[in-house]
């Protein structure tokens, strides 16, 4: 499964970033990132354990990731991939965020794409792609609004 987002914001790229170079905000603003963590680093690499968590109806659907940073460009990418240490096999997955200066009035607006590629089974189906997406239009609104409100970081 691929997805792929865009959304445009009333703020620099700086601003942006701040809020999606580190997993451990993505709860304030992504009803889908339930917990995140910090975790061990290994080999200088930053990393985070994550509960993904669903919800359809009366149920639930949660995943526990170890997710480690493996691009950092600061203010224009960052890309995350999962890493366990467990020696198992794992589905992929990769979250990649890219954020784009606006050319306006003191390059007061950003764009920002979140590509996300996941090969497993878990979180597939027209029911789970309907909550993601759903997920994700709101997130994309909570983000918008914590960039609009919030004083420099």
Known sequence: MEIHRSLSAPCGSDRLFAWVEDLSVYP??????HHVGPVTEVGGLSAWQVE?????????????????????????RVTFERRELDGRQHSPWVLRATVDSGTGPAFAESTLTMELRYGGSLWSGAVLQRVLDDAV???SERLIGLVSAEPMR
Do not use: N, Y
């Open 28 to 33: 304030q603003w992504m009803s889908v990132v």
């Open 137 to 139: 239009r709101r997130g």
């Open 52 to 76: 993904l968590r669903a919800e359809v109806g009366p149920f639930a659907r949660s995943k526990v990731l170890r997710m480690v940073r493996i691009e950092h460009d600061e203010p224009h």
